[in-house]
């Protein structure tokens, strides 16, 4: 996959890309990251990447001009690809979303800031992405934790497919985890990981992540295949007819 990074601040992505599994990702030749900065596509002197809205109001606005050049720039017409912006307006990320982009050759983010970007810039744009109900100061930070979330999907990244086939929002939260020592600071592994039994164990961990699915997120339970018999599980949890863990 090739990912292009389009930002005022080229320098945020060079300790975070070059460490963990985007650097091994890169190192692979799985990953073909490039960084662009938008200043580089400014034919005026200073480099100026924004301008005062028309009409009035605080801020200011990311102009069209660079952002188009950079865009077009950074777009290989020969690449299955998308043009993604990240902006608090967006559709919610989503794991669904990162194995959606995972399928293409290419991303290119157009790193948003200030009061936004010059409308017409989306025209060039194939989907807004947020990663949540806030506001940041730029658009890099949303774009390095997609970046990760994608390339971490490919295949050859990881070591194993299993890590990725146990993942969060399958759309059950993940069971609880333990490794050595056996004890401590008084609490206890459970028995049943200790047992060898692997079938009680994967009944026992598929138990815990309805159950944590329920406590913390019980809108993921919507999407879940569950059995008539989970289905009742959860339900007397929910009424509180039965606290058994």
Not at 111 to 119: A, K, R, S
Not at 180 to 186: D, S, Y
Not at 196 to 207: M, N, Q, S, V, Y
Request: net charge negative; aromatic share 8%.
């Amino acid at each position: 996959m090739r990912v292009d990074v389009i930002t005022i601040f080229p320098a945020m992505f060079a300790s975070p890309f070059a460490e963990s599994i985007i650097r091994r990702a890169r190192d692979r030749g799985v990953l073909d990251l490039r960084l662009h900065d938008l200043r580089d596509y400014c034919t005026d002197r200073h480099r100026v990447v924004d301008d005062y809205p028309y009409g009035g109001g605080a801020g200011m606005v990311m102009r069209p001009e660079p952002a188009w050049r950079a865009i077009h720039a950074a777009r290989d017409g020969a690449r299955r690809g998308a043009v993604l912006l990240t902006t608090p307006q967006g559709e919610r990320f989503t794991q669904k979303m990162a194995r959606e982009l995972a399928a293409c050759e290419q991303l290119v983010f157009f790193c948003g800031h200030y009061e936004g970007v010059d409308e017409r810039v989306r025209a060039l744009v194939d989907r807004e992405v947020s990663i949540g109900d806030y506001v940041l100061t730029g658009g890099e930070l949303p774009a390095m934790v997609i970046v990760d979330a994608v390339v971490r999907l490919l295949p050859g990244v990881l070591g194993s497919a299993d890590s990725l086939a146990e993942e969060s929002f399958g759309p059950l939260l993940e069971y609880p985890h333990f490794t050595r020592p056996a004890e401590f600071e008084g609490m206890a592994v459970p028995d049943v990981l200790l047992s060898g039994h692997h079938r009680k164990i994967a009944e026992w961990r598929r138990c815990q992540a309805l159950r944590r699915t329920l406590r913390r997120r019980p809108d993921l339970l919507a999407q879940a295949e569950l059995t008539a018999a989970e289905r009742d599980l959860v339900e007397r949890w929910r009424t509180g007819a039965d606290e058994a863990d």
